[in-house]
């Protein structure tokens, strides 16, 4: 209950358009569970039932301002289609409980996989616990690990399918121990190119923890906030000798993977850095 209670404060004080909850414990989930989490207002919901007392996903969404055309669900992942009414904007999230062991990790990277590689060009929002952290320095341990061969699988995953791990905002762990030393980072919001391109200033924050081992986490899209200061560069620039054939063998020169828009800014910031010389 204590548990409930802090999801209808949260959602109370942010408002959010969609909720994601993994691990609920519910093995049934009707209207009188989600008005105990979401209050009053208009809403719809979709999950997956737990196995006894482990597992369940739940999706909540504010009806008014969201419209959710399908739900499809299966063990460890349940998916919402549907449109931002506002906006008109169509939309695929993925709420995804990661189980703990390697193979069943592994498999459900496989089925993720297949399932977003149909859906390349389409705004796409994974929200997941992963159970799983992407390099070293998201986990601190008592035992002084190597990196796991998880990792490098789950960043293969992330890169084969060309989804965007915004950094972390607030906090740099997500999970934490009850013994007050081990802490991870396994919690994340992952993003299509697609999603990313129409909305640029999605911050992904870590808020303060409550009774769970978990800090909630908030997509916010943000339409304040404009992000970097935009790149700038004189206009006098160009009419140097010699300017156009420096700018052309610098970006060509240098290799930046990842999706486009970021590939373009750090090609920008790189030359920006040897122009002081030029």
């Known amino acids: 209950m204590e548990k409930r209670r802090e999801v209808r404060l949260l959602v109370g004080e942010k408002h959010p358009l969609i909720i994601c909850l993994q691990e609920t414990k519910f093995m049934v989930c009707d209207d009188s569970v989600c008005s105990s989490l979401w209050g009053s207002s208009s809403y719809a919901f ?130 934490f121990k009850g013994d007050g030393i081990s802490m991870s980072r396994i919690d994340r919001f992952l993003l299509s190119e697609k999603w990313c391109l129409r909305w640029p200033n999605c911050l992904q924050i870590a808020l303060r923890r409550g009774v769970s081992d978990h800090c909630p986490l908030q997509l916010l899209v943000d339409e304040a906030n404009w992000g970097p200061r935009p790149f700038r560069m004189l206009k006098c620039w160009q009419d140097m000798a010699g300017y156009h054939q420096f700018v052309s063998e610098k970006w060509r020169s240098y290799n930046v993977e990842g999706w486009g828009s970021f590939v373009l800014k750090e090609k920008l910031k790189l030359i920006k850095k040897k122009k002081k010389w030029f």
Not at 160 to 168: Q, S
């Open 46 to 175: 979709s999950y997956w039932p737990s196995v006894g007392a482990s597992g369940g996903l739940l999706t909540m969404w504010d009806s008014s301002e969201v419209e959710v055309w399908s739900s499809v669900s299966q063990e460890h992942v349940l998916i919402i289609h549907g449109r931002m009414i506002s906006s008109n904007e169509e939309f695929y999230l993925f709420n995804v409980y990661a189980p703990c062991d390697a193979r069943g990790k592994q498999d459900l990277w496989v089925s993720l996989s297949q399932r977003l590689s149909h859906l390349r060009g389409q705004k796409v929002c994974v929200c997941v616990d992963f159970n799983v952290v992407r390099m070293r320095k998201e986990r601190r341990s008592v035992r002084n690990d190597g990196v796991s061969p998880n990792v490098v699988l789950f960043n293969h995953f992330i890169d084969d399918i060309y989804l965007v791990d915004l950094p972390l905002c607030g906090r740099r762990f997500t999970w």
